[in-house]
């Protein structure tokens, strides 16, 4: 991949792709993260002499057409609003994405000025599996600048106009955050150092088996939590409850253990359990101190003997991949097992890397300083899909198809 730091970009206007898609609460920014991984490129690109012209997505706006969708929001008004914050310099939000408020925008824009567009998702097009349709918009997009970098890591997952369409037409690189993030995943799959653990949790484990597939065969040992180790249990034979459960992927998670197995990767499941009668945050906590939960009980967190367990297994580990929490860290009284495995991941020296999304709430939820760990990412869905071993569409625009 080409990198951005290598353009020549004076007196150009530059389109880049960012992933500004944060977490907000009743209008305000919960976390600022992704924004903030968005600046070195920006940065980079003003103090060379570059126009830049932001372009992103916003949650998933609903409506037949343009119309509608603006109507309804999210507006990036607030982004750009924390953006400009984070810069130190105005941020000019077009009042669309790629109509006539961003072509004049872009058009009277000068050198070290930085413009955004508004939430690209309000353009049914940007999301269509229409080659036609999505080609229609990343022309207009492309209309409105020199050159495309592309640095929305956590949306490289998706064929999108802006992601995918757009640096087709325009002379293209990679930002900086694309890079740091594909340099470090590719740590985790080519020659990672050993052992080499993946901590593996959240709710449905529907989620979780194209992963798990691909990592058999590349990490020593597999410790499974959080909501998907239940089916996992379950599997086994274990009694689990009223906890939640994928009874059409048993025959799938069979599998899984069976190459598990061959393969000769440790799978190491939970021995206890913190349950409740009830998924609330007021239901009462109850340690069962075996890996079998009696019927009218949920399995919620993982038990202590678990987080020893899961702490084992990491001491002398290498390199670590940890997506998705252990137990539901949102309430209290379950958020013991989450911290116990957060804090044994960031004892360990090695690479140790956070997939985003759920696990990366967790981390922020639990406080930990921001140097526990190697590398959080900023992508969910694109962290783990680059794992499962699939090519990433926006990648592939980028010109690296790993
Ligand atoms: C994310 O938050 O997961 C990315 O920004 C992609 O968003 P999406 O899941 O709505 O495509
Ligand atoms: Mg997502």
Request: hydrophobic share 45%; proline share 6%; net charge negative.
């Amino acid at each position: 991949m080409r990198r951005a730091e290598d353009l020549d970009v004076r007196g150009q206007t530059v389109l880049v792709r960012a992933d500004l898609n944060v977490p907000m609460d009743n209008g305000a920014i919960t976390d600022d993260r992704r924004i903030r991984a968005s600046l070195p490129t920006i940065r980079d690109l003003l103090a060379r002499g570059a126009a830049v012209v932001v372009c992103a997505h916003f949650g998933r706006p609903k409506g037949d057409d343009y119309a509608a969708r603006a109507a309804g929001g999210p507006s990036l008004r607030p982004v750009a609003d924390r953006l400009a914050e984070l810069l130190g310099q105005p941020v000019t939000l077009a009042s669309d994405v790629a109509g006539e408020s961003a072509r004049v925008i872009a058009e009277t824009m000068a050198a070290g000025e930085v413009a955004l567009l508004e939430n690209v998702r309000f353009e049914p097009a940007e999301t269509s599996k229409d080659d036609g349709v999505r080609g229609e918009l990343a022309a207009r997009l492309a209309a409105l600048a020199d050159l495309y970098v592309g640095d929305g890591f956590g949306a490289m997952h998706r064929m999108h106009a802006s992601v995918y369409d757009t640096p087709r037409l325009l002379p293209h690189a990679a930002g900086q955050l694309v890079l740091a993030e594909v340099t470090v995943l590719r740590q985790l799959t080519t020659s990672p150092a050993r052992p080499y653990v993946v901590v593996l949790g959240g709710a449905k484990v529907s989620d979780k088996l194209a992963v798990i597939g691909n990592l058999v065969g590349k990490a020593d040992r597999l410790l499974i939590a959080g909501g998907m180790a239940y089916t996992f249990l379950a599997a086994k034979g274990h009694r689990i409850g009223d906890s939640i459960f994928q009874a059409d992927q048993l025959g799938q998670v069979t599998t899984v253990l069976a190459d598990a197995a061959k393969g000769g990767v440790e799978v190491v499941l939970p021995v206890d359990h913190v349950v409740a009668d009830r998924f609330a945050a007021d239901a009462q906590p109850e340690v069962v101190p075996g890996p079998d939960i009696p019927d009218g009980k949920m399995g919620l967190d993982i038990g202590p003997a678990t987080s020893e367990l899961f702490a084992r297994n990491l001491a002398d580990a290498k390199t670590v991949f940890w997506n998705g929490p252990p137990g539901v860290f949102e309430f209290p009284a379950f958020a013991a097992g989450t911290r116990a495995v957060a804090e044994a991941i960031s004892a360990v020296t090695g690479l140790t890397v956070v997939g985003g999304g759920d696990s990366a709430a967790a981390v922020r939820h639990l406080n930990m300083p921001p140097d526990a760990f190697s590398h959080i990412s900023t992508g969910g869905g694109a962290s783990l899909e680059y794992l499962e071993g699939r090519e990433l569409p926006g990648l592939v625009a980028l010109g690296d198809a790993t």
